[in-house]
C-alpha cells in the first residue's frame, strides 16, 4: 500500500516538475527548492513577527487595542506587516508539507535518512504549535475559540481534569500572567525551531538553506500582493460570555481544531497521535530487502574516491567525501551533473527524461543526483579539471582549474561584436577540445561563459580567441565595449562544455548556428580542418541582418579551399529591397537546415545559439528522423544586470 502511494505521488511530482521546467526553466522550478523556500519563508515570519511583537500590548485589556492600532497605523505598512506575517506562516506549512510529500514519493527517507526525515517531521509540529499559539494572541473571537479549544483539548489529558479550561469561565478568570505566558511559548517555540531546523540541514551535504534569488524576490512580491489585496482583520474582541458563531478560518494551520467539537476529544487524540506515529515510523516501515555494504566510487578526472552507503546516490556520496561535483537541482531535472559510468551498475533513478534521453543512457551515461550505486563504480565527470580533493584549496574541494590572462587584443566587429583575445602567461598552455567553453570571473565571483573561437591547434593553446556580442544592460559586456583595454587582465576558469565533435561516426555533419552561436562552431570547424577530417560538412548559419555575418569572408574562404565544406547563410530579417538585396536564404535558420534535409536519418547535427532556438529545433530535428545520439545542442542564456 505503502509502495503503492509512493509511485501515485512520485508520478505525480514528476509531471508537475516537467510543467514547472517547461515555465519557469530548471534552475528556478519551485519544486526543486521546497526546503530552501521554507527556510526563506520562516525569516519573513520571523521579520515581521519582531516588529509586531515590538507594538503589541501583553495585558489582556491591551492585547486586541494594540493589534487593531497596529493594523489601522503606519499608513497600512502595520497592516500589510500583519498580513505578511499570516501568510508567510501559512505558505511555510504548505511548502514543509510538499518537501515531506516528495521526500517520501522518491523513497528519500529510510537508512542513513532516517534523522532528517524524523526531525522534519518534529519540525511540523513545531510550526503548528507555534502557528496555533499565534492565533490566540491579538485576542479576538478567533484568538477565544483557538485558546479554548486549546485548553479543553489538553484538559482532556490524565493530570488536567479541567484545570486549564476554568481560566476562560469568565473575563475576570483571564490574567495577564496567563497572556505573558502565551507571548512566552510564541517566542520560544521559533527559537526551538530554528535550532532544530539547523540540526536538520547538518546530514545533508551542502545543503541549500536559501532559494535563488528570483524565486524569493517572487514569493515575496507575491505575498506582498496578498497582503494588499487581502489583509488580514481581527473579528471582534473576544467575550467568554458568548460563544463565536462565525468565524474566518485558517484551515493551513488550524485544520483540527473544529474537530475537538466535532468529534470526542479522545479520538482527536487518538488521530494526532497515530497520524504522527506512522510519519515518524515511516523509515523502519516496509523496509527494503538489499545489501546494505558500502559501495567503492572512483570517480575521473582526479581520480577521486568517496564510499556510497546503501541507498545513497553518487552526489550525496561525493559531496559528502567533499568533491567538487557539479549539481544544481539534485533533483534529475537539469543534468547539470550528467556522468558517464565506465564500469558497474547503477539504478538511475527517476529523472526527466529531458535531462537524460533515452540515447545518453545507451552511452552509459547517468545523473549523479539520481544514480544509485549498485555495486563499485567507476566514473567520469566532464567539465572539471580534477575531482580530488586538495588541501591547498578553501574547505579540501577542488573546482575547474583557475588561469588568469592578459587582454592582448580587442578587434571590434560591428557595432554590437567584439573580436577578443586573450593571452596566457609565459609558458602556460590550455588543453582543450574544440567546442567547449571557459567562464570569466568577475571580482565578485560571478561568471559569464563564453565559447573557445578557436582550434585547440591556435597559437600553441596559449592563445584564446573569444566572441563578445554586447547585451543590453551586461554587465561584462558592457565592461568590454566600454572600459576594458589591451592588457588588461581577466580571471577566468576552464576549459567546460561537452558541445565537441563525435569523432567515432563517419556520418555527414550539419551544423546549425544562430549569431555568435557560431563561435564554437568555428572552433570545430578549424580544428576538423586542421586533422584532416574529410567528412561532408555543410554549416547554416543564421543572423537577423547581413552585417551580422561578422567573419564572412573566412566562412567563404572555409569554402573554397575545403572541398567537403559548405556554407548556407541565412538571414531572418532581410533588408528591404527584395531579392536584389539579399538573394540567399530567409527565415529561421533550422527551417532553412530542414528544407534542404527533410529526412536526417544518417546524419549528424550540432546546433548552438540561444535557448529559444536550440529549444525550438531540436524537437523538429527528432521530427524528422534524426537520433538522439546524434543531435549535439549547446544554448546560451545572456546575463544582463537587474535593474536597481
Not at 476562560?168 to 530554528?194: C, N
Not at 588568469?404 to 571590434?412: D, L, N, P, S
Not at 588588461?488 to 561516426?505: Q, W
Not at 570547424?525 to 560538412?537: I, T
Request: proline share 7%; hydrophobic share 50%; with cysteine.
Amino acid at each position: 500500500m505503502i509502495a503503492l502511494l509512493q509511485r501515485a505521488l512520485r508520478a505525480a511530482f514528476m509531471r508537475a516538475e516537467a510543467v514547472f521546467n517547461a515555465a519557469f526553466g530548471d534552475k528556478l522550478n519551485p519544486l526543486y527548492h521546497l526546503g530552501a523556500i521554507s527556510f526563506f519563508l520562516f525569516w519573513v515570519v520571523g521579520a515581521t513577527g519582531l516588529v509586531l511583537y515590538a507594538f503589541f500590548d501583553t495585558s489582556v485589556a491591551g492585547a486586541y487595542a494594540s493589534v487593531e492600532a497596529i493594523t489601522r497605523g503606519a499608513w497600512g505598512a502595520g497592516s500589510a506587516i500583519r498580513t505578511l506575517h499570516r501568510y508567510a506562516s501559512d505558505a511555510m506549512v504548505l511548502t514543509m508539507w510538499l518537501h515531506l510529500a516528495r521526500y517520501f514519493a522518491f523513497d528519500r527517507l529510510r537508512g542513513f535518512r532516517w534523522f532528517s526525515w524524523v526531525s522534519g517531521v518534529a519540525l511540523l509540529a513545531l510550526v503548528y504549535a507555534a502557528g496555533a499559539n499565534g492565533y490566540m494572541l491579538p485576542w479576538d473571537r478567533l484568538a477565544q475559540f483557538v485558546t479554548q479549544a486549546s485548553f479543553e483539548w489538553i484538559d482532556w489529558l490524565p493530570g488536567f481534569g479541567g484545570t486549564l479550561i476554568r481560566n476562560f469561565i469568565a473575563p475576570e478568570h483571564v490574567s495577564d500572567r496567563l497572556f505573558s505566558l502565551l507571548v512566552f511559548i510564541h517566542i520560544g517555540v521559533p527559537l526551538v525551531t530554528l535550532a532544530l531546523m539547523w540540526v536538520h540541514v547538518q546530514r545533508v551535504p551542502k545543503a541549500a538553506t536559501q532559494p535563488p534569488r528570483p524565486i524569493a524576490l517572487a514569493l515575496g512580491a507575491t505575498l506582498l500582493l496578498l497582503a494588499l489585496v487581502l489583509p488580514v482583520a481581527s473579528q471582534g474582541p473576544a467575550d467568554l460570555r458568548s460563544v463565536p458563531a462565525a468565524l474566518a478560518f485558517d484551515w493551513f494551520l488550524l485544520p483540527l481544531y473544529p474537530l475537538v467539537y466535532l468529534w470526542p476529544v479522545g479520538a482527536v487524540w487518538a488521530l494526532v497521535a497515530g497520524a504522527s506515529a506512522l510519519l515518524l515510523l515511516m523509515p523502519w516501515l516496509t523496509l527494503r530487502r538489499g545489501a546494505k555494504a558500502t559501495h567503492r566510487l572512483t570517480l575521473h578526472p582526479g581520480a577521486a574516491q568517496a564510499n556510497a552507503r546503501a541507498g545513497e546516490t553518487i552526489l550525496e556520496a561525493g559531496l559528502r567525501a567533499g568533491l567538487a561535483l557539479p549539481y544544481d537541482c539534485r533533483a534529475g531535472g537539469c543534468g547539470l551533473c550528467r556522468c558517464t559510468v565506465l564500469h558497474g551498475r547503477v539504478d538511475p533513478g527517476p529523472y526527466q527524461p529531458a535531462a537524460l534521453t533515452d540515447a545518453m543512457r545507451a552511452r552509459g551515461e547517468a545523473l549523479m543526483c539520481c544514480a544509485v550505486p549498485l555495486e563499485d563504480l567507476e566514473l567520469e565527470v566532464e567539465g572539471v579539471a580534477s575531482l580530488a580533493p586538495e588541501a591547498s584549496q578553501p574547505g579540501g574541494t577542488a573546482a575547474p582549474q583557475r588561469w588568469q590572462a592578459r587582454v592582448e587584443r580587442m578587434q571590434r566587429l560591428s557595432d554590437d561584436l567584439m573580436l577578443m583575445h586573450l593571452a596566457l602567461p609565459q609558458g602556460q598552455r590550455i588543453v582543450f577540445s574544440a567546442g567547449q567553453y571557459i567562464n570569466i570571473v568577475l571580482p565578485d565571483g560571478a561568471k559569464r561563459a563564453f565559447s573557445f573561437a578557436s582550434a585547440p591547434q591556435a597559437a600553441g593553446n596559449a592563445t584564446i580567441e573569444l566572441h563578445v556580442r554586447r547585451i543590453p544592460g551586461g554587465r561584462f559586456t558592457g565592461q568590454v565595449f566600454e572600459t576594458l583595454r589591451e592588457g588588461d587582465m581577466l580571471d577566468f576558469e576552464g576549459p567546460l562544455g561537452r558541445f565537441t565533435l563525435n569523432d567515432d561516426s563517419a556520418r555527414p555533419i550539419l551544423f546549425v548556428a544562430g549569431a555568435t552561436g557560431f563561435a564554437p562552431v568555428k572552433s570545430i570547424l578549424e580544428d576538423a580542418f586542421a586533422r584532416g577530417v574529410q567528412r561532408p560538412m555543410r554549416l547554416y548559419w543564421g543572423v537577423r541582418r547581413r552585417e551580422d555575418f561578422y567573419l564572412l569572408e573566412q566562412v567563404e574562404a572555409w569554402q573554397r579551399e575545403h572541398p567537403n565544406f559548405r556554407f548556407v547563410p541565412v538571414l531572418s530579417e532581410p533588408p528591404p529591397g527584395g531579392d536584389d538585396a539579399w538573394p540567399g536564404r530567409r527565415g529561421l535558420v533550422h527551417e532553412a537546415m530542414l528544407a534542404d534535409h527533410p529526412d536526417l536519418a544518417g546524419y549528424e547535427v550540432y546546433a548552438c545559439g540561444s535557448v529559444k532556438m536550440v529549444e525550438a529545433a531540436v524537437p523538429d530535428f527528432l521530427a524528422h528522423g534524426l537520433s538522439e545520439q546524434f543531435c549535439f545542442s549547446d544554448a546560451f542564456v545572456p546575463q544582463a544586470t537587474p535593474a536597481g
